[in-house]
Antibody
Framework: QVQLVQSGAEVKKPGASVKVSCKAS????????ISWVRQAPGQGLEWMGW????????SYAQKFQGRVTLTTDTSTTTAYMELRSLRSDDTAVYYC??????????????WGQGTLVTVST | DIVMTQSPDSLAVSLGERATINCKSS????????????LAWFQQKLGQPPKLLIY???TRESGVPDRFSGGGSGTDFTLTISSLQAEDVAVYYC?????????FGQGTKVEIK
């Protein structure tokens, strides 16, 4: 069965970086894209970016350009999201999610359990 | 960016009654080349990740009860719960995956009256 298992909660100071991992299993990793979505406490969902193995370069929301890097390691079927220059308003639960259809832009059918990143002095 | 606006922000419906959520996009999310609306609906319960209910605006995800249905095209979409059950209490989000960035509506909270 398809599973996305994320790394554990993090506490970071302002200005630091965080790298969240998302271990995928149960499907052909290189056939489906992975999106990253975050949710601040009590708030809605915010799409950060998308990475596919089949389509080359990752794509980022303008809001995060220059601060976020999405990567994948096909040998371990793991996706990573690194966010730099953290601020207090980056405190959120970060989710990875799989694109439903192989080799195509599509909806997000499987989600990781979420990783809480807290930015605080 | 495509702005997604849901209405209402919250609604309370009696058990067994119909619940309807609206979602409007600031530009069309219909792609004529494949005749598809790039619009999905998610359900999120407290403390859980979102769950995909509907994709391509009207296709129900496997395992989703048939009381959930999606409709609309272009810029105006609806999610209908035909007979509300207690387990449907949640926040519902629409999302467009037509443009980059992908964007979500602000969410609609569904409660039992």
């Amino acid at each position: 069965q398809v599973q996305l298992v994320q790394s554990g909660a993090e506490v970071k100071k302002p200005g630091a970086s965080v790298k969240v991992s998302c271990k995928a299993s149960g499907y052909t990793f290189t056939s489906h894209g992975i999106s990253w979505v975050r949710q601040a406490p009590g708030q809605g969902l915010e799409w950060m970016g998308w990475i596919t193995y089949y389509n080359g370069n990752p794509s980022y929301a303008q809001k995060f350009q220059g601060r976020v890097t999405l990567t994948t390691d096909t040998s371990t079927t793991t996706a990573y999201m690194e966010l730099r220059s953290l601020r207090s308003d980056d405190t959120a639960v970060y989710y990875c999610a799989r694109e439903r259809d192989p080799f195509a832009r599509s909806s997000l059918d499987y989600w990781g359990q979420g990783t809480l990143v807290t930015v605080s002095t | 960016d495509i702005v997604m606006t849901q209405s209402p922000d919250s609604l309370a419906v009696s058990l067994g009654e119909r619940a309807t959520i609206n979602c409007k996009s600031s530009q069309s999310v219909f792609y004529s080349s494949d005749n598809k609306n790039y619009l999905a609906w998610f359900q999120q319960k407290l403390g859980q990740p979102p769950k995909l209910l509907i994709y391509w605006a009207s296709t129900r995800e496997s395992g989703v009860p048939d009381r959930f249905s999606g409709g609309g095209s272009g810029t105006d979409f609806t999610l209908t719960i035909s007979s509300l059950q207690a387990e449907d209490v949640a926040v519902y989000y629409c999302q467009q995956y037509f443009g980059t960035p992908q964007t979500f509506g602000q969410g609609t909270k569904v409660e039992i009256k």
